[in-house]
């Protein structure tokens, strides 16, 4: 049991260059996430979805567009790419539901630099 | 919007003994969810403690229990006995109504444990 698996671990982009960041999870888990973590600050909510097929925006979902083909995968894609999208990417998962201890299990996270 | 706020960007304790890390959080929602996580130097987000807004009693998980008080708006959490091993950045989050399970994150606390 693996969790959730992200990769690449790091990655240097150049402006204006495009790329996916990869997110799976092996727990059956219908609700996915991706944040990201700029320096010193807590996470912030990009993309969301509560099963597959389905997906909504977060806080700041500007730059970035995702997909949710099936119940394990959740791709992160970032379209020409800014220095702004500097940060540290986390995926999450956690069972359905909306009461209750549902934590969400976190992936160990991608360090995007954008030169 | 629910908002979360951890006033102390950096605390120190001495090993072996007890510190109170705070959090407050704003909402007019009359059911949601508290959590803990803990974010080591290495990085990766690691669930430390749950407290719903129905829950009669503090929640405690080993050395760790979270002081909720709801009339207050705040979710401390206490690490009793602190090691070395506690060093790393500590999250408050709260579980966002409207469905999907979202957290709104707090900016962080940074715990130094010293000799």
């Known amino acids: 049991n693996a969790g959730v698996t992200q990769t690449p671990k790091f990655r240097i982009l150049k402006i204006g260059q495009s790329m996916t960041l990869q997110c799976t999870q092996d727990?059956?888990?219908?609700?996915m996430y991706w944040y990201r973590q700029d320096p010193g600050m807590g996470l912030k909510l990009i993309y969301y979805?509560?099963?597959?097929?389905?997906?909504d925006k977060g806080e700041v979902p500007n730059g970035y567009n995702v997909s949710r083909s099936t119940t394990e995968d959740f791709p992160l894609r970032l379209e020409l790419a800014a220095p702004s999208q500097t940060s540290v990417y986390f995926c999450?998962?956690?069972?359905?539901?909306?009461?209750?201890?549902?934590?969400?299990?976190f992936g160990p996270g991608t360090r995007l630099t954008v030169l | 919007a629910q908002k979360i706020t951890q006033t102390q960007p950096g605390m120190f304790v001495q090993e072996k003994e007890a510190v109170t890390l705070d959090c407050t959080y704003d909402?007019?929602?009359?059911?949601?969810?508290l959590f803990w996580y803990k974010q080591p130097s290495s990085g990766e987000m690691i669930f430390l403690i749950y407290q719903g807004s129905y829950d009669e009693q503090n929640a405690t998980e080993g050395r760790y229990s979270l002081n909720f008080q709801k009339a207050r708006k705040s979710a401390n959490l206490v690490i009793s006995a602190s090691q070395l091993g506690d060093s790393a950045m500590y999250f408050c989050?709260?579980?966002?109504?409207?469905?999907?399970?979202?957290?709104?994150f707090g900016t962080g606390t940074q715990l130094k444990v010293e000799l």
């Open positions: 999450a998962s956690t069972r359905a539901g909306t009461s209750g201890n549902r934590e969400q299990f």
């Open positions: 727990m059956n888990h219908n609700y």
């Open positions: 979805s509560v099963g597959a097929g389905i997906t």
């Open positions: 989050a709260m579980r966002e109504t409207g469905g999907g399970n979202k957290l709104t």
């Open positions: 909402t007019s929602d009359q059911s949601y969810g």
